[in-house]
Antibody, heavy 122, light 108 residues
Framework: EVQLVESGGGLVQPGRSLRLSCTAS????????MSWVRQAPGKGLEWVGF??????????EYAASVKGRFTISRDDSKSIAYLQMNSLKTEDTAVYYC?????????????WGQGTLVTVSS | SYVLTQPPSVSVAPGQTARITCGGN??????VHWYQQKPGQAPVLVVY???DRPSGIPERFSGSNSGNTATLTISRVEAGDEADYYC???????????FGGGTKLTVL
């Protein structure tokens, strides 16, 4: 059974940093690109960024709203994806979801974690 | 960047058919994915590649895509279908994913 479990959320002051983790199980993690998607309170889904599999260079892409502040990395030996968030702003307050991209589904996000809440406030 | 437009809300009586649209410039040339999100839960993929269903998704959920509009159709709507629904595509110009604003489906 595919499972994605996020951790690391919490309350953080503006300008500070936080690192989220996404621990995967039930599939060969290294074969898949992984994305982070967030949802501000009462708002819709916003894609944050993704990391390709090593087979595709392990490169990353980011939404304009977080580029230069957020960094995604992965440790295939541990089946974990990370989201390093620096210079946090109040508008980064959201539930952050880890998702798997399925190339067989035209890169739809076929599995999602339960999400972890990040609150940026002084 | 590519914009997807969804109606904020759709209402339907139980047993009827709900249609949720997703508008975008020449969206018919793209693969559209649909997600269902119930309150307090993570999104769930219900339709991918315009009209395919992942395993475990009822046949009542179907999709179509042509021209400038993609549509998620839910037949024989049940109370449990009440949720927010989001469409999503990959923007071919940026090669990045884009979500629609979401549609709240209310079952009367």
């Amino acid at each position: 059974e595919v499972q994605l479990v996020e951790s690391g959320g919490g309350l953080v002051q503006p300008g500070r940093s936080l690192r989220l983790s996404c621990t995967a199980s039930g599939f060969t993690f290294g074969d898949y690109a992984m994305s982070w998607v967030r949802q501000a309170p009462g708002k819709g889904l916003e894609w944050v960024g993704f990391i390709r599999s090593k087979a595709y260079g392990g490169t990353t892409e980011y939404a304009a709203s977080v580029k230069g502040r957020f960094t995604i990395s992965r440790d295939d030996s541990k089946s974990i994806a990370y989201l390093q968030m620096n210079s946090l702003k109040t508008e980064d307050t959201a539930v952050y979801y880890c998702t798997r991209e399925n190339s067989g589904y035209s890169y739809a996000f076929d599995y999602w974690g339960q999400g972890t809440l990040v609150t940026v406030s002084s | 960047s590519y914009v997807l437009t969804q109606p904020p809300s759709v209402s339907v009586a139980p047993g009827q058919t709900a249609r949720i649209t997703c508008g975008g410039n020449n969206i018919g040339s793209k693969s559209v994915h649909w997600y269902q999100q119930k309150p307090g839960q993570a999104p769930v993929l219900v339709v991918y590649d315009d009209s395919d269903r992942p395993s475990g998704i009822p046949e009542r959920f179907s999709g179509s895509n042509s021209g400038n509009t993609a549509t998620l159709t839910i037949s024989r709507v049940e109370a449990g279908d009440e949720a927010d629904y989001y469409c999503q595509v990959w923007d071919s110009s940026s090669d990045l994913p884009v979500f629609g604003g979401g549609t709240k489906l209310t079952v009367l």
